[in-house]
């Protein structure tokens, strides 16, 4: 159990030193002034430090007042970092103690004869919540109620009223915080000023200038994984190199996605997913220093994504050791003519070999002929050879063959349309536009602007894979990890047919392994 929850553990239920319920009922007995009250501690956010330190606050207070009044405190009810104007939050100690009081007494056996909060938005802050309480509050005849207004008569005539209005400024004033909060977050992002609460991962404390190692980190992620690297490879790496993230936590598969996730990286503002825009519809630089440009972003969201289908998890599957595992097949013609065609398995080599691991077809258990036999070392070396030559000769027209994108216009087209009907809506001299024409037809309108901006941003991924395809292929080929080798030799690969090389220590001859290529699409 962490500190926290150790401070909220104490703070709930009978608190330390209370004499028993039997003890207390014969207190009661000699004297009936003694009044046992219950003490209600909520705050809806915890703060960074997540310390339980307001609600250990508020328990600290309404003890002191209860010593005044000269009231037990014989329970606690704590609700720490849980909002009261969220219909979908559940407050399992407010539901507590309200069932308490409509029973009489709390879970140990003691009377309740009062509820103490340091205010009423501490317990209620929506009607229907202080409808509840008051209703469970005068189940029973003469309780007491104190709060930062002091002793409180919630029987009195015309309370509930009171307390209704109470509860609509309260929460009128909520909603007020929240559309203050939203419109300066939105503000400080149409300025492209930064507003995490949190350093980022890449820049230093004024989340403006980057952090050279950091961002260099990120720089060659984001490449790696248009080449094929997958997430799971760049986590193991941040990990190996001592990278945390910004709340000194080690990184995750589900961090380092959020990473290269965020435009951020590419100098852009988002809110909620969306590139934050100016009026004439383009992205808004922040001004912070980026990392990649946004066609590298573009390029590395749009990969993550195609391989993720949309879950974000990891995908499981096996991790192959040697590069061209499954990929070799067995040529090796079997006693009824018919060609064996199995994938091959990598293997460890024999010790007193030169070379460390050869490919096998599989053995007759499990579907394979037990053959053919491939040295590792030179097999994998004119394989990737082979592959280096087929990926420079694509590279050359690759680049020339993504044209511009061709909707822009629409895109331009659909803007203007929706500008227009916002003006005709906005424009009191308009009388055709009314609410329900404006909510008719602008879903439509932006529907279509959403298709067009995700056409635009695949197609702008499009351009920068093939930009990276005109780097030097064969430099950067000594660079990658297996499983980005392995992708790259799937991609222009179906097969390497594998013929046996005859009984007998023989010279390895290339020309047993016969690549098949895959057809441009």
């Avoid at 070379?355 to 036999?373: I, L, R």
Wanted: hydrophobic residues 35%; glycine residues 8%.
């Amino acid at each position: 159990m962490g500190k926290r929850e150790e401070i909220i553990s104490k703070l709930r239920g009978v608190p330390e030193g209370v004499p028993s319920a039997e003890e207390v009922r014969a207190m009661l007995a000699a004297d009936p002034e003694l009044k046992c009250v219950v003490c209600y501690a909520r705050i809806s956010f915890d703060g960074r430090v997540k310390d339980a330190h307001g609600i250990e606050d508020q328990h600290r207070d309404m003890t002191e007042t209860a010593r005044r009044f000269g009231w037990l405190v014989v329970y606690r009810y704590t609700d720490n970092h849980k909002s009261a104007s969220k219909e979908t939050v559940v407050r399992d100690d407010f539901e507590q103690l309200l069932a308490d009081l409509a029973a009489g007494a709390t879970p140990e056996g003691y009377p309740i004869h009062g509820v103490m909060a340091v205010n009423d938005d501490r317990l209620y802050r929506r009607p229907s919540d202080w409808e509840r309480y008051l209703k469970a509050f005068t189940s029973t005849e003469g309780r007491v109620y104190h709060d930062s207004n002091g002793l409180q008569d919630l029987y009195a005539e015309g309370f509930e009223i009171k307390g209704l209005v109470g509860v609509a400024m309260s929460l009128s004033e909520t909603r007020k915080k929240q559309r203050r909060s939203r419109n300066s977050h939105r503000s400080r992002a149409i300025r492209g000023q930064s507003v995490a609460a949190w350093r980022p991962f890449g820049w230093e404390d004024d989340k403006v200038t980057l952090r050279p190692e950091e961002a260099e980190a990120i720089r060659k992620a984001v490449h790696d994984v248009i080449a094929g690297a997958s997430i799971s490879e760049i986590t193991r790496r941040w990990k190996e190199a001592g990278f945390i993230t910004s709340r000194g936590n080690p990184f995750q598969y589900q961090t380092v996605k959020q990473v290269l996730l965020n435009a951020r990286i590419c100098g852009y503002r988002e809110i909620k997913g969306e590139i934050v825009r100016d009026g004439d519809d383009q992205p808004i630089l922040g001004e912070w220093e980026a990392i990649v440009t946004p066609k590298q972003w573009f390029a590395v969201t749009a990969k993550i994504r195609e391989r993720g289908g949309g879950t974000g998890a990891p995908r499981g599957g096996l991790v192959h050791k040697y590069l061209l595992t499954n990929i070799l097949r067995c040529a090796h013609v079997l006693d009824d003519g018919t060609v064996c065609n199995n994938k091959m398995i990598g293997l460890k080599a024999n010790e007193w070999l030169k070379y460390e691991h050869a490919y096998m077809c599989k053995k007759t258990v499990d579907g394979g002929c037990n053959k053919t036999y491939k040295r590792g070392d030179k097999t994998d070396a004119i394989i990737e050879e082979l592959v280096i030559a087929k990926l420079e000769r694509d590279a050359a027209t690759k680049a020339q063959a993504v044209p511009d994108w061709g909707k822009a216009d629409g895109l331009e087209r659909a803007l203007q349309s929706r500008r227009e009907l916002e003006r005709r809506w906005h424009d009191d001299a308009d009388t055709d536009i009314d609410d329900e024409t404006f909510f008719r037809n602008l879903p439509v309108l932006e529907r279509r602007i959403k298709e067009l901006r995700s056409d635009q941003n695949a197609h702008e991924a499009l351009k920068a894979e093939a930009e990276e395809a005109k780097e030097d292929i064969r430099k950067s080929w000594g660079s990658k990890t297996l499983t980005q080798k392995r992708e790259a030799i799937k991609k222009v690969l179906s097969a390497v047919i594998a013929s046996p090389g005859g009984k007998g220590n023989k010279a390895f001859d290339p020309d047993l392994l016969r690549p098949v290529w895959k057809t441009s699409e």
